[in-house]
Nanobody, 115 residues
Framework: QVQLVESGGGLVQPGGSLSLSCAASGSIFRFADMGWYRQAPGKQRELVAIVTRGGSTNYADSVKGRFTISRDNAKNTVYLKMNSLKPEDTAVYSC?????????WGRGTQVTVSS
């Protein structure tokens, strides 16, 4: 069993920055692909960024050049650094671990971009 806990959400002005963290319990973190997803009110959940267990990354077109995903296997933590935030980035951000065909989700953290 894997438990994921996100932190770092909050209210930020347009153009600002925010860093999210997702801490994982258990010993499988270094073997899992890790992703950040978001869901805005009235919209479907979408992939924001993913980092594989090998360190490869992929981003949604809407966040390329603004967001950076990274992981620290020693700390069992995946990060999402968000710069140049826009009102349309407002959503609940959740992390997911993908391991041996199973998905494990955190409960999410709210990010609100507003002046």
């Amino acid at each position: 069993q894997v438990q994921l806990v996100e932190s770092g959400g909050g209210l930020v002005q347009p153009g600002g920055s925010l860093s999210l963290s997702c801490a994982a319990s258990g010993s499988i973190f270094r073997f899992a692909d890790m992703g950040w997803y978001r869901q805005a009110p009235g919209k479907q959940r979408e992939l924001v960024a993913i980092v594989t267990r090998g360190g490869s990354t992929n981003y949604a077109d809407s966040v390329k050049g603004r967001f950076t995903i990274s992981r620290d296997n020693a700390k069992n933590t995946v990060y999402l650094k968000m710069n140049s935030l826009k009102p349309e980035d407002t959503a609940v951000y959740s992390c997911k671990a993908i391991y041996r065909g199973y998905d494990y989700w955190g409960r999410g953290t709210q990010v609100t971009v507003s002046s």
